[in-house]
């Protein structure tokens, strides 16, 4: 039986079948808190006298009409398809089915706010939840118009792709009757409804068309909501990209709404965009958040054209929607905002995912390939987003800004409204660039893998360069040699710094590379191979330059080179090549100085890891002590309500479990002890509040207090996180039960839980939860919705234990339902074991290089 999935196969044959028109879709979203009514009129064409399917999940299936036939449900609707068959040149489908809401995040999802009891909806559609809404075939080519008529409680706003109508009302009901979209596909429609704050503005089309733009929040939020921002940053990115696409925006308005328990940053529906409200900021956040926001903002701004006007014909070439989305978002954040560091940024935390996701064992071509939608679900990754937008800037460095973006607005006047292959892109490209990028595509989109740099350099005893070269390699499991358009730079230290006095670009290829330019020049203190990160792959720096870095790191100038270097030190210490002792001492002893929020935080998060994982246990308490007395020290003497003075306090928090550490958290939280500038506003009261319940010095009365000052949803999620944090085995199985043994929590309340369960100063409390875990993995894949499977099984993974047990556990699961066994692991569920047990395997390797340091 198909379950919930689709094949490639199967997509592509009903493509081959199956011409769509139309939608009329009809919603009554006053007929109770667990269903609401769902009506699809479909028009299609089709091959005469074939057969198909159409897709649906619902609880409930009342009426089949295929071209004036009654076709009784019980037999024609089974899993999630509705089978249709002799069917004609012309056909006309109506649906009449019961949907359900889902709290999931998938489908339609609802939420009843615990501060007022009012009542909010939205849709989360990509990749396979239209059809938990209403009949469609889904699939991402088989687009058509879509004309949503909508029945809500009277006084709710409702927001589709297009402009909200006026309703016709009768009594405390309103109905709207939306116009048609454009041709979409269904995965980007939309309707989010209820009584939404909102606020609204304009601006000009390059065309001249007025598009209306709306911000919407819900009401208990309203107070939080920085509008004029968000309208700003907006209309920035209109003219960025309107200017650089050389194509007007495709649709009628712009809505942007920040929506409750929200699965991911957001979502491109049309004209229809839909945020986490982790960015409403109740308290304060980071810069790092903040800058985050306005890339999160031009990601789906981008998405309008590239993704909603022209779309990929199946999900293998999903990355053409998410690659070209990160890398415009970060070159307009970059040039168009005041965030002018972002592709800093992008290097920080981008790159890092990226480097990450594609040395593991489920890496994969950023070209992926997708034999159903089990398949996708996993592919939102650090490959597909990350690594494809690095790929692209080093691309647009090759071929040129101009070309490049002379080639996209090609592509998009040829396609508009349609579906491509990444064939279709490059054609475009090559005709505007005049380079064949047919061995490029195969060596960067159709291999996976990264590839390490390093420099070679000998001198002469008056430090003369005699030679200089740049050589490659690739690991085993992926050994492509690529060709990469790089810069080298030299950092010479002054008076005023470690400053950049030479700077050299070329194009690197297979395992040597000379640079003869480089001959003859004093070597420099610090070399610095992929200066301005143009390239994509791991650096390495040479011996002194390394030393250089360690004394001297933050003393140099330019924000990208120093987070470079960060970033070179991490991998070196991920790869075993540094001991994890000496990066906890390079940050220790050059954090302080960092301006860089993002490199901050970052580097900070990478450090807790270091100390929490991969360090050898003998001397783990140890550096995670000394870890916290630092933080807390550089707390202390930040600049007053400075960013680094934020993160120094919240990383703290994170670590603090000694007597003396935990005073001080317990003292900032009563006011007992105070840091010039800082607040201690919402949120950082529960961060403080779960140290001192990690350090078992608070517990379920001090929680019950919190959450009773804060009765909203946010505190709801914290204090789920906080419980699930004491650190009993009673309190841990309390939160695993509740999660895993009990079914219906939000997808909010499972995240906030399984981030308090795995939260151990001693992971030896988790310990007897291994075999647990393993033997609930097919259990919870079984029983739930592939997003809350994955948060589970992501989530509850206890990979702070990082020792042998878990390895050898994790790898008995996968050899026991390998190929061949009596139950074998679907793919996706395989993967995401194979992915955890790759992390704790790292983490013994690099333990057991710490422990010869």
């Given at each position: ?11 592509a ?19 109770g808190?667990?269903?609401?009514a ?31 036939r ?34 999931t ?12 009891g ?42 589709s ?41 304009e ?62 940053g ?8 839909t945020?986490?409200e ?6 304060k ?9 306005v ?38 954040t970059?040039?168009?905002?005041e ?5 800093t940024t992008?290097?920080?935390?981008e790159?890092?995912?990226a480097?990450?996701?594609?040395q593991?064992p ?41 070309s ?19 064939s ?8 505007a ?11 960067w ?74 001959v ?18 791991k ?17 140099i ?6 987070a ?5 030190f991490?991998?070196a ?43 050898a ?8 002590e ?19 003075q ?53 517990g ?68 007897p ?9 097919f ?66 390797a ?8």
């Open positions: 039986m198909p379950g919930e999935n689709l094949t490639r196969a199967e997509a044959e009903r493509a081959g079948i199956v011409a769509t028109q139309s939608y009329e879709i009809d919603l009554d979203l006053t007929t808190p667990t269903t609401f769902s009506t699809t009129v479909v028009r299609f064409t089709a091959t005469q006298g074939a057969s198909t399917f159409i897709d649906l999940v619902a609880p409930t299936v009342r009426e089949v009409t295929l071209n004036g009654s076709l009784d449900p019980a037999i024609v609707f089974a899993d999630s398809r509705i089978t249709l068959t002799d069917l004609a040149e012309q056909n006309e489908l109506r649906v009449v089915a019961d949907c359900a809401y889902t709290n995040g998938e489908g339609l999802h609802r939420f009843v706010d615990p501060v007022d009012e009542v909010y909806v939205y849709t989360q559609f990509e990749v396979p939840d239209s059809r938990r809404v209403f009949t469609v075939f889904e699939q991402p080519d088989l687009k058509a118009t879509f004309q949503f008529t909508v029945t809500a409680p009277n006084g709710w706003q409702v927001v792709n297009e402009p909200t109508p006026e309703p016709s009302v009768d009594g405390d009901k309103a109905t709207y009757a939306f116009a048609p979209t454009p041709r979409i596909s269904s995965y980007i429609t939309a309707l989010v409804a209820g009584p939404y704050w909102v606020a609204r503005s601006l000009t089309s390059s065309d001249g068309r007025t598009i209306p733009l709306g911000v919407f929040c819900r009401a208990s939020l309203a107070e939080h909501m920085d509008a004029d921002y968000v309208f700003d940053k907006t209309r920035q990115g209109f003219d960025f990209f309107e200017k650089h696409f050389d194509f007007p925006y495709p649709f009628t308005k712009y809505d942007q709404l920040f929506v409750p328990e929200y699965n991911m957001a979502m491109e529906n049309a004209g229809c965009v945020f986490t982790s960015y409403v900021f109740r308290s956040v980071t810069d790092a958040v903040k800058e985050r926001r890339v999160t903002i031009l990601h789906e701004l981008a998405h309008m054209w590239f993704g909603d006007l022209v779309t990929m014909r199946w999900w293998n070439d999903l990355w053409l929607n998410e690659s070209f989305a990160e890398w415009a978002s970060t070159l307009a970059a040039e168009a905002t965030w002018t560091d972002a592709w992008f290097g920080s935390m790159k890092a995912w480097y990450r996701q594609d593991l489920s890496t994969h071509p950023i070209v992926a390939t997708i034999n159903d939608l089990d398949d996708v679900q996993v592919n939102f990754d650090g490959i597909t987003y990350a690594k494809g937008g690095s790929v692209l800037k080093q691309l647009v460095a090759w071929v040129g800004l101009e490049f973006m002379k080639g996209v607005a090609a592509y998009f006047r040829k396609h508009q409204f349609g579906n491509t292959e990444l279709d892109l490059l054609t475009e490209l090559e005709a660039s005049g380079r064949d990028l047919g061995e490029w595509s195969r060596l989109l159709e291999t996976a893998g990264v590839n390490t740099l390093r420099p070679e350099i000998t001198a002469a005893a008056d430090g003369t360069i005699e030679s200089f070269a740049i050589l490659q390699s690739a690991a085993e499991s992926h050994p492509t040699l690529r060709p990469h358009r790089l810069a080298v730079g030299f950092y010479t230290l002054t008076d005023d710094g470690l400053s950049r006095t030479h700077r050299v670009e070329l194009d690197v290829a297979g395992e040597h590379t000379d640079v003869p330019e480089l003859g020049l004093a070597r420099p203190d610090l070399v610095l191979i992929n200066d301005d990160d143009l390239a994509y792959a650096i390495r720096l040479d011996d002194v330059s390394r030393a250089t870095a360690v004394e001297h790191l933050a003393e100038t330019d924000p990208l080179a120093r470079l270097v960060w970033g070179s991490w991998d210490t991920r790869d075993g090549e540094v001991p994890a002792s000496e990066f906890v001492r390079l940050v220790v002893n050059n954090i302080p100085s960092e301006t860089g929020s993002t490199t901050l935080r970052t580097t900070l998060g990478q450090v807790v890891l270091a100390a929490r994982s991969y360090v246990p003998a001397r783990r308490t140890q550096t995670l000394a870890v916290a007395d630092a933080l807390w020290a550089f707390a202390q003497s930040a600049d007053p309500e400075s960013d680094a934020f993160q120094f306090v919240k990383f703290f928090a994170q670590v603090a479990s000694t007597p003396s550490q935990l005073d001080a958290i317990d003292a900032l939280l009563t006011g007992d002890v105070e840091l010039e500038g800082l607040t201690v506003d919402t949120d950082l009261r529960w961060e403080l509040l779960f140290a001192l319940v990690a350090g078992g010095r608070a379920t009365t001090e929680i019950d207090a919190a959450l009773a000052a804060d009765a909203t949803a946010s505190g709801e999620q914290q204090a789920a996180h906080a419980r699930a944090a004491i650190p009993t085995i009673e309190a841990k199985q309390a939160a695993w039960s509740s999660v895993v043994d009990e079914e219906g929590k939000p997808n909010a309340i499972i995240r906030a839980t399984t981030a308090g369960f795995v939260t151990a100063h001693d992971p030896q409390l988790l310990a939860f291994v075999e647990t875990y393993f033997a609930s993995l259990p919870i894949w079984d029983s739930r919705s592939y997003h809350i499977a994955e948060e589970l099984i992501e989530g509850l993974f206890p990979a702070v234990l990082a020792d042998d047990h878990l390895r050898s556990a994790a790898q008995a699961w996968l050899d026991a339902h390998a190929e061949g066994a009596e139950r074998v692991a679907p793919p996706a569920l395989r993967r995401l074991a194979v992915e955890g047990l790759a992390d704790v395997e790292r983490a013994l690099a333990q057991a290089v710490d422990a010869q340091a």
